[in-house]
């Protein structure tokens, strides 16, 4: 009986109602990140006084700490605390962080003097600089790495009306995240750089603040899904056992390997799969042995290491196109700066720049919404309408061409500049490679979101939605290594004895030969990712042609059923047929040959 009210207490929790706090924090949290993402570049540069390879690494690096520190999150939501009061905490350090900014950026005592070196940062200036970027770093990190997968926990993806929920939650988290930017890149930076810094910081830590609050409040709506079993732990698990087993045989047929009853699982069974077989061997019982953790894994703790490493290559695809991302919020900004900033009588930030693509996407995410998904669906069945593969593919071949249009742009900026410098071009020029890059973030950052939520193991999808952070995180740190090497090696080449991005004066640097260095990259890019996303195979997924139908799942599990009779009775002259119904019942989570299979590769 009670088993049945808090069933149907379950049932009542969880939906948009729920998902609208996430929303909501999701809204005015970033509303603060992007703003200071987009201009914190001018901050350090003219707060600080850092030169302008140093203010954007610095920036670059912070950026990149916040997207790595989401594993942190990730880890602990899944592990030791649920997402709900992991969020709350990591939120109460991003606050206290952003209060020790605002006071640096308000009192001139706590700024350093110019020194016209690379930094002048150095003594408590320092101590206070860093303390606050590192504990801001942790916080944002930590709320990155569990807020989505707490508003993706509230839709239950094997329902079949849920899971079209699930698609559009990433959808609509991305159009709050995107309205919450356009706040931030206008009025937070117009604040930041036309009034006070510590005015625009003073906002964006009272808007973080109010956005936890909410959250909190939201707790009476929530699923909230206890921690289990450390992830890593379970990894670790299968390949020390699969190391320890190396020299053994793997059976015959895969229904011999370690697995446990389904009434004794509680994170529910993955299908073996045909891929990486050599971990495989975690899972054979040797002899009589009795079953322990460190001694044999089952299929399923296999199949989840399988998941995870399958993802990698793409997870290692998307980090190009973040290295691409951190220029447009660096030096993109700077390019800005020594542009035309007059719209009629009206001076423009240069970092407010970032609206114009943002402004785009608060139309084409409910257009994509509301007429592509559904017109997609009819045709291929699928919840979000195409892959999420396929969005990621887009995306990276948008980024190369905005990187591309960006050289060009730069050409144009310099060549007037150098020319003329009284009559800089227009800033709305940048508008063509924002732009662009605007819509292929739109496809590939809610395509990576959905695609690590929806194939990750039910004990590891916060940590496997970080993944998408974690790319970020490595483009970032690559941007401050390509920067760092690519000034090396051409002030050693060139014949001016300068490197590419070298001083603090743009019109006598190459900036348009690093983003065509970029361009290459991300086209070279493109190509590897094609390659592994049609190796890729998806998880078994659950199709319903009607809300009220039985997954095809189901059916494929009783055809597998009835073959496997077949075969054992001796039925020879039925094995051609038979092994024909397997091959058009068995989804692609089961076997490299089946028919689904092939049509799940040809999506991609």
């Known amino acids: 009986m009670r088993d049945k009210e808090e069933a149907k207490a379950w049932e009542k929790k969880g939906g948009f109602r729920a998902a609208m706090f996430v929303f909501v924090l999701s809204a005015l949290d970033n509303m603060g990140l992007v703003a200071n993402m987009v201009s914190m570049v001018l901050y350090f540069y003219g707060v600080m006084h850092f030169d302008l390879s140093s203010s954007a690494n610095t920036l670059t690096n912070f950026l990149g700490s916040t997207f790595l520190l989401s594993l942190v999150g990730a880890f602990i939501s899944d592990t030791y605390l649920n997402r709900l009061t992991t969020c709350l905490l990591f939120g109460s350090l991003e606050v206290t962080a952003l209060v ?21 940062v150095k003594g408590g200036v320092a101590v206070m600089l860093y303390t606050s ?41 991305l159009l709050s995240t995107t309205l919450g930017s356009v706040v931030g890149v206008t009025g937070v930076v117009w604040v930041s750089t036309q009034r006070a810094w510590y005015l625009g910081f003073l906002i964006v830590t009272v808007s973080s603040f109010l956005g936890f609050l909410t959250l909190a409040l939201g707790k009476p709506f929530y699923r909230i899904l206890p921690p289990s079993q450390s992830p890593l732990s379970r990894i670790l698990q299968v390949i020390v056992v699969a190391f320890k087993n190396r020299k053994l045989p793997l059976p015959e047929s895969h229904e011999e390997l370690y697995e446990i009853s389904d009434k004794d699982s ?31 894994c089952t299929v399923t703790q296999v199949e989840e290491v ?19 991302l951190a220029q447009l919020q660096t030096f993109s900004v700077q390019q800005g700066n020594v542009m035309n900033l007059k719209l009629g009588s009206f001076t423009v930030p240069p970092a407010s720049i970032p609206v114009i693509p943002l402004l785009f996407l608060c139309i084409l995410i409910p257009i994509y919404e509301f007429f592509f998904v559904p017109f997609a669906r009819k045709i291929t069945n699928h919840p979000s309408g195409v892959t999420q593969l396929q969005r990621v593919g887009v995306g990276l071949v948008l980024s190369s061409i905005s990187m591309t249009v960006a050289g060009i742009i730069e050409v144009k900026r310099r060549d007037q500049a150098r020319k003329d410098p009284s009559k800089p071009i227009s800033l709305f020029w940048l508008s063509f490679q924002y732009a662009i890059f605007g819509i292929a973030d739109m496809f590939t950052q809610v395509g990576l979101l959905e695609f ?10 916060s940590l496997s939605t970080s993944f998408t952070w974690l790319a970020m995180s490595i483009g970032y740190f690559l941007s401050t290594v ?22 603090f004066d743009l019109n006598s640097n190459n900036l348009n030969l690093f983003y065509w260095f970029l361009a290459i990259l991300s086209c070279i890019n493109f190509f590897n990712f094609v ?51 397997e091959a058009n019942s ?15 590769r040809s999506k991609v």
């Open 100 to 120: 020790v900014v605002t006071i640096q950026a308000g009192t001139k005592a706590l700024q350093p003097e110019a020194c016209g070196k690379s930094s002048c």
């Open 133 to 173: 970027l590192c504990l801001l770093a942790l916080g944002s990190g930590g709320v990155r790495g569990s807020m989505t997968a707490l508003g993706a926990d509230q839709f239950e993806e094997k329902d079949p009306k849920e899971g079209k929920g699930l698609a559009t939650y990433f959808n609509w988290l």
């Open 266 to 296: 509680t994170t529910g069974k993955i299908a073996h799969t045909n891929q990486l077989r050599f971990l495989d061997k975690a899972a054979v019982l040797q002899g009589n042995f009795e079953p322990k953790p460190w001694k044999v």
């Open 306 to 324: 399988k998941i995870l490493t399958r993802m990698l290559p793409i997870l290692a695809s998307t980090i190009i196109m973040n290295t691409c």
């Open 452 to 461: 690590f939520y929806r194939e990750a193991p039910k004990t590891m999808k």
């Open 482 to 503: 390509f920067v760092n090497v690519i000034n090396s090696i051409t002030k050693r080449v060139a014949p001016s004895k300068q490197g590419w991005l070298h001083g």
């Open 531 to 581: 390659y592994w996303a049609c190796w890729y195979k998806y998880k078994s997924e659950e199709e319903y042609q009607d809300g009220d139908q039985e997954p095809r799942a189901r059916a494929k599990s009783e055809s597998e059923t009835k073959h496997m009779k077949m075969v054992h009775q001796g039925m020879m002259m039925m094995g051609k047929s038979s092994q024909t119904s």
């Open 586 to 600: 068995e989804g692609p989570s089961s076997s490299d040959e089946t028919e689904d299979g092939q049509r799940e």
